[in-house]
C-alpha cells in the first residue's frame, strides 16, 4: 500500500489547494450522476462539467506542486496531491463533499459553487502569478457556463411544480449553512492578498449574494435564516463523507503505487 505524502504548509501553497481540491471533490460528486441523471442530455452535461472541474483542478494542483517545490519543499504532480494525500490534508468547502443528493441539490449546489468560481477566477487572471493567471483565463469561461446551466435549473425547478418546489426548498435549506465557510477569511486568505497571489475569498460575498439572490427570488424561493454554525473543510476538518470519496477515488493508486495506463 502506497504511504501518504506530507504537503507543505505554506499558506500559498495552501490557498491553491483550496482552490484545486475544491474543484476535483466537487467533480467527484458530480461524476455520480454519470447514467442517473433524469434526461440523456442532463447526464452528458453534468459528466462533461465534472470532465471541466477535474481540468481546473489539475492544472491547479500542479501549480501548488511547483510551487512547493520553487520554495524549498518537495516536488509532488498532480496524481500524488490527489491520491497520496489524506484526509486532513484536502482543503476543499466542505459543501462539496456532501452526499450528491436529488436533482435539486446538485443543480442548487452547481449553481453557488459556480457563482462562487466565477468571480474567483475573474480575480485571479489579475494574480501576479502568471500560471494562475493563465489557468484562470480559461476556467472562467467554463464556470460562466456551469453557472448559467445551473441557474437555468434552479428557476425551473423552483418555480415549477409543488414537487419541484418543496426539492428546491430542501436543497436551500440543506445546503445553506455550508456556503458560509466560502467566505471565512483566516492567514492563508490574509496572505494571498498581500502577496498579490489572489483575492481574499471574503472580498467576493457581496457579488456572490447579489447574484445568487437574483437567481433565488427568480425561482421564488425564500432564503433560510442565517446560522452561527461554520463547516471547516478549507482548514481540513471535515465531513464524515469526504472519508469515503477518497477511498474510492484513491484505491487503485494506492493499491498499486506508481501504476500508469
Known amino acids: 500500500m502506497q504511504a501518504s505524502i506530507s504537503v507543505s504548509r505554506d499558506p500559498s501553497v495552501q490557498y491553491l489547494l483550496r482552490i484545486g481540491d475544491t474543484c476535483l471533490i466537487l467533480a467527484q460528486r458530480l461524476a455520480e450522476w454519470c447514467g442517473h441523471a433524469p434526461v440523456v442530455e442532463e447526464d452528458i452535461a453534468l459528466s462533461n462539467m465534472a470532465l471541466d472541474l ?19 519543499g518537495a516536488m509532488h504532480d498532480e496524481d500524488q496531491l490527489a491520491f497520496l494525500r489524506d484526509e486532513r490534508d484536502f482543503h476543499n468547502l466542505t459543501v462539496v463533499e456532501l452526499p450528491r443528493g436529488d436533482f435539486a441539490v446538485t443543480t442548487l449546489r452547481n449553481f453557488a ?7 474567483l477566477w475573474l ?27 445551473a441557474a437555468d435549473w434552479v428557476v425551473r425547478l423552483g418555480d415549477g411544480t409543488a414537487e ?28 494571498a492578498a498581500a502577496s498579490g497571489l489572489g483575492p481574499r475569498w471574503s472580498e467576493l460575498r457581496d457579488d456572490w449574494r447579489a447574484e445568487f439572490d437574483g437567481v433565488v ?19 481540513g476538518r471535515h465531513s464524515e463523507h469526504l472519508g469515503y470519496i477518497l477511498a474510492e477515488m484513491q484505491h487503485l493508486q494506492r493499491a498499486f503505487p506508481g501504476g500508469v495506463w
Do not use: C
Open 217 to 235: 427570488a427568480a425561482a421564488r424561493l425564500a432564503l433560510p435564516a442565517d446560522r452561527s454554525f461554520r463547516s471547516t473543510g478549507k482548514a
Open 123 to 149: 480575480r485571479l487572471e489579475r494574480s501576479n502569478d502568471a500560471e494562475l493567471a493563465g489557468i484562470a483565463g480559461k476556467a472562467v469561461k467554463e464556470a460562466r457556463y456551469h453557472q448559467e446551466h
Open 113 to 119: 459553487l459556480a457563482t462562487f468560481l466565477k468571480l
Open 54 to 72: 477535474v481540468g481546473q483542478a489539475r492544472a491547479v494542483l500542479t501549480r501548488a506542486g511547483r510551487l512547493e517545490a520553487e520554495l524549498g
Open 164 to 191: 419541484s418546489a418543496a426539492r428546491m426548498k430542501a436543497a436551500l435549506d440543506l445546503l445553506w449553512p455550508y456556503l458560509a465557510e466560502i467566505f471565512e477569511s483566516d492567514e492563508v486568505d490574509a496572505h
